[in-house]
Structure formats: C-alpha cells, structure tokens
T-cell receptor
Framework: RKEVEQDPGPFNVPEGATVAFNCTYSNSASQSFFWYRQDCRKEPKLLMSVYSSGNEDGRFTAQLNRASQYISLLIRDSKLSDSATYLCVVKDAGNMLTFGGGTRLMVKP | GAVVSQHPSWVICKSGTSVKIECRSLDFQATTMFWYRQFPKQSLMLMATSNEGSKATYEQGVEKDKFLINHASLTLSTLTVTSAHPEDSSFYIC???????????FGPGTRLTVT
C-alpha cells in the first residue's frame, strides 16, 4: 500500500466547474499536510497547507480528517489556468515529505 | 519567498559518463537538502537526504555509490550520477526547508537524458 494515495485522474472538467480531489495517507504519525501544484516539466509549487479546521484560499478549500487519514482539495469556478497535476503531500516529524502520485486536472473551455 | 536554484536545467550525456547537478539555496542557509527523482507520469520519489558536513542518508533501493551526494556548505548540495545509463534518464529535483518555516522550497529541476 502506498503511503499517500491519490486518484491519478485525469479529471476533465469545463471552465467554471467545481472539482474535488481526495487523498489518503497511511502514517498516522504524520504531522503536516499540503497540496502542491505541478505543471508539466516544472518543479512542484506549494498551493496551500491543510489544517484540521479546514482552510480556504480564494477558490481553493482544503480539508483534513485525521481520524480517517483523509485530505481533500476543492476547486471552485475552475479556470483554464488551473490545469495541472495536484500533489497531496504529507510531512513527518522531521522535514521528510512524502508525495502522492498526483491527480491530473484538465480544465476545458 | 526563498529561492533554490539548480544547475544545469537540462543535460544530455552518453552512457558511462558522470553528471554533476548542483542545488543552491540563494537567500537562506540549508543544513538539510533533499534530492528527488521523477519519472514521466509518476510522482516525486525521495532519493536521499543531504546533510551539511556529514554523510547523506539514502532511501532504500538508491545506490549510494552511484548517486554521490556532497553537501559541502550551507548553501550548496551536489548530486553526481556516476556511470550514467539510459534508465537514469529522469527529472531530478532538489528541495530545501528553510529553518523556522514549514515550507520546503524546490529547485526548478534538472532534466537528465542519457543516450
């Protein structure tokens, strides 16, 4: 079983749609959680951290459920520029990051 | 935000040769840096943790004699792929956590093609 699992997609959605990505992690001792965005042939860039209370940044909402070891990302009003691969990332007590396989999003006009 | 650079951004080499990739933290010091490898359509896989002034820690399955890591200063880590083979062709990315923050800063990556 992978440490961090994501549906690889691709998710093909029209502009303006709302799309949700899910992620599960296996290490219950994980400390911090993030969503990164990676464009083709580029390095990952931090999109947002994920907190148990849920957090929102513009059109993006992230949620963490520690009991279920489940993380989600909701994108509202999708833009063409949101097309990318979204990586669920878990950090342990040190600085080690474990990446999920990524979920590919394609937003169509 | 903090900046991490990598050099070169793209390299093509012949089988059997060695390639050195540099990772630099430009405006902060990093006692630890991480080296990842990403094959097409796959996620980033941690190869090793580079520690300033001491030996690197390698992940299971990563050959330390093939992927030589040197973290000689607080702002520079190098990864040398020795005796490269076509299966070493990949996207190599480094990252560095900035002390006092939770965020890791990624370099732009180095695309290695071994012919």
């Amino acid at each position: 079983r992978k440490e961090v699992e994501q549906d690889p997609g691709p998710f093909n959605v029209p502009e303006g749609a709302t799309v949700a990505f899910n992620c599960t992690y296996s290490n219950s001792a994980s400390q911090s959680f993030f969503w990164y965005r990676q464009d083709c042939r580029k390095e990952p860039k931090l999109l947002m951290s994920v907190y148990s209370s849920g957090n929102e940044d513009g059109r993006f909402t992230a949620q963490l459920n520690r009991a279920s070891q489940y993380i989600s990302l909701l994108i509202r009003d999708s833009k063409l520029s949101d097309s990318a691969t979204y990586l669920c990332v878990v950090k342990d007590a040190g600085n080690m990051l474990t990446f999920g396989g990524g979920t590919r999003l394609m937003v169509k006009p | 935000g903090a900046v991490v650079s990598q050099h070169p951004s793209w390299v093509i080499c012949k089988s059997g040769t060695s390639v050195k990739i540099e990772c630099r933290s430009l405006d902060f010091q990093a006692t630890t840096m991480f080296w990842y490898r990403q094959f097409p359509k796959q996620s980033l896989m941690l190869m090793a943790t580079s520690n300033e002034g001491s030996k690197a820690t390698y992940e299971q399955g990563v050959e330390k004699d093939k992927f030589l890591i040197n973290h000689a200063s607080l702002t520079l880590s190098t990864l040398t792929v020795t005796s490269a083979h076509p299966e070493d062709s990949s996207f190599y990315i480094c990252s560095a956590p900035q002390t006092g923050t939770y965020e890791q800063y990624f370099g732009p990556g180095t695309r290695l093609t071994v012919t």
